[in-house]
């Protein structure tokens, strides 16, 4: 009897455990795919679900759900030779489960190793400045390049977003250098040519001066030339009246000379009663 009682208590564990086998209950956002001696035989979907104990496995649990899978950071070699750093995010959903277990090794891994394939290939055309300012040239071709892979996964590539790029170190101590020796390039053109606009004005000065003090002396070459002519005039064919303002202005001469402050002797002509006498047209 007591055999009896251990042999009951062990069926009552076995029909327990084949039952719980046999029950699957599937979360929601989820599938599971089952194999029946070794070979795909159905995919449980979300809620309750009955499969033959010891003959069916859930071999795989899937995710029905968006994925978000993290694209590391890589160094990549611009069309100018130039080393970027770049990472991205791509956001894939599962569309058939059975492609995606039985279509690639490791769906995860294998559309993180295209993006970063493809993210090299498109960038590896580009020149340095078109690479940093087109981000979304980048991602629309890129979502491009692995779509169709991905369908043939059983995933579909909802988006593809580039995280960060930039230049590596080196290239940022180098772009570095060379906006300082731009900048430099710059405030000398900028001082040659402020020096360049400072030498024309004064050329123009001076020549604007050189244009007045001549028209200047044109002006009082013409009044002197006007004075003569009417002292002519006015003296006619006489002498004495010209003589008699010489006379004076030798006269007026002397007498500035004597009131100069600088002037401390005045010498006087020793003939100078005969002077005046040659001035004024008189004879001895």
Do not use: C
């Amino acid at each position: 009897m007591e055999g009896l009682g251990y042999f009951a208590i062990a069926a009552l564990v076995f029909v327990a455990i084949t039952i719980a086998k046999g029950v699957r209950i599937v979360p929601q956002g989820e599938e599971w795919i089952v194999e029946r001696l070794g070979k795909y035989h159905g995919t449980l979907k979300p809620g309750l679900n009955l499969i033959i104990p010891y003959l069916d496995v859930v071999r795989y649990k899937l995710v029905t759900k968006d994925i978000i899978l993290d694209v590391q950071e890589q160094e990549v070699i611009t069309k100018d030779n130039a080393v970027i750093l770049t990472n991205a995010i791509a956001f894939i959903k599962i569309t058939d489960p059975i492609k995606a277990v039985y279509g690639v090794t490791d769906f995860s891994e294998a559309i993180r190793n295209m993006i970063m394939t493809t993210l090299r290939s498109i960038i590896g055309e580009m020149n340095l400045d078109e690479a940093l300012t087109n981000r979304d040239k980048i991602k629309a071709r890129l979502r491009e390049g692995v779509a169709d892979e991905a369908i043939d996964w059983g995933l579909t590539v909802k988006s593809v977003e580039i995280q960060d790029i930039k230049p590596s170190q080196s290239m940022q101590k180098a772009m570095e250098a060379q906006a300082s020796a731009e900048r430099e390039r710059k405030a000398m053109v900028t001082k040659a040519e402020g020096t360049k606009q400072s030498t024309i004005l004064n050329a123009e000065a001076q020549l604007q001066e050189a244009r007045l003090q001549a028209e200047a002396q044109i002006t009082l070459a013409d009044a002197s030339a006007e004075a003569i002519k009417r002292v002519a005039a006015a003296i006619g064919t006489e002498d004495a009246p010209m003589r008699y303002m010489l006379g004076e202005k030798y006269i007026h001469a002397i007498g500035n000379l004597a009131k100069s402050d600088n002037a401390k002797t005045v010498l006087i002509p020793a003939d100078i009663q005969e002077t005046l006498r040659g001035i004024l047209g008189r004879k001895g």
